[in-house]
């Protein structure tokens, strides 16, 4: 019962990296979700995929960039890293876009 | 985006009381849903509310779709210290712009005295 996997967990990289944010589900969901979390802030929605093969903005998405690979997988990648990218990444998924989405463990980012 | 306004931010309580936290929006949401987030995790599906004037319980737990769709609270009877965490509400707008967006709340943060 995995459920959504983020990887990697952890990750620090320095200002003007890139890199990939992985997540899968095994959920057979049609819909993926990709949020961060900064404190005091709740969860804000970067991008979602309402289904394989689309894809759109959420309320934050400005220096990221998602690929959906297949129906199980959604990626979120940073083209160059900025401290105010510092956050807990959250990736999730549901059946639906309208259904109870369910989480993965986070991926905790800093950048120095 | 749509705001969700949730209250309180924080409470202490002694182990056994019951509490309550609510959560609140200027617009229409079709769904409410509440999440327990413990340190270091990923928020974790508590309650479902699809329904205006549903009452769902899971266990201790009841959570309640307001009549007016812009609303919507959670209960938890007889409080124990596992029941520390992070609680967010979320929701799906009603329609328009956003609609298939997930939108959550702040959080309440709720820490239990033994």
């Known amino acids: 019962n995995a459920g959504v996997t983020q990887t990697p967990k952890f990750q620090v990289l320095k200002t003007g990296q890139s890199m990939t944010l992985q997540c899968a589900q095994d959920m057979n969901h049609n819909s993926m979700y990709w949020y961060r979390q900064d404190p005091g802030m709740g969860l804000r929605l970067i991008y979602y995929?309402?289904?394989?093969?689309?894809?759109d903005k959420g309320e934050v998405p400005n220096g990221y960039n998602v690929s959906r690979l297949n129906k199980r997988e959604f990626s979120l990648r940073l083209e160059s890293a900025a401290p105010s990218q510092t956050s807990v990444y959250f990736c999730?998924?549901?059946?639906?876009?309208?259904?109870?989405?369910?989480f993965g463990q986070g991926t905790r980012l800093t950048v120095v | 985006g749509q705001q969700l306004n949730q209250s309180p931010q924080s409470m202490f309580i002694q182990e056994g009381e019951d509490v309550s936290m609510n959560c609140t929006s200027s617009?229409?949401?079709?769904?409410w849903l509440w999440y327990k987030q413990d340190p270091g995790e990923g928020p974790v599906l508590l309650i479902a509310l699809y329904k205006a004037g549903e009452l769902t319980s899971n266990g201790r737990l009841t959570a309640q779709f307001g009549i007016t769709r812009k609303d919507s609270f959670l209960n938890i009877s007889a409080s124990i210290p596992s029941d520390v965490g992070i609680y967010f509400c979320?929701?799906?707008?009603?329609?328009?712009?956003?609609?298939?967006?997930?939108?959550f709340g702040k959080g309440t943060k709720l820490s239990v005295i033994p």
């Open positions: 999730a998924s549901s059946e639906w876009t309208g259904a109870e989405a369910f």
């Open positions: 995929s309402a289904s394989e093969g689309t894809t």
């Open positions: 979320a929701g799906h707008p009603y329609s328009g712009a956003g609609s298939y967006q997930l939108t």
């Open positions: 617009s229409i949401f079709n769904t």
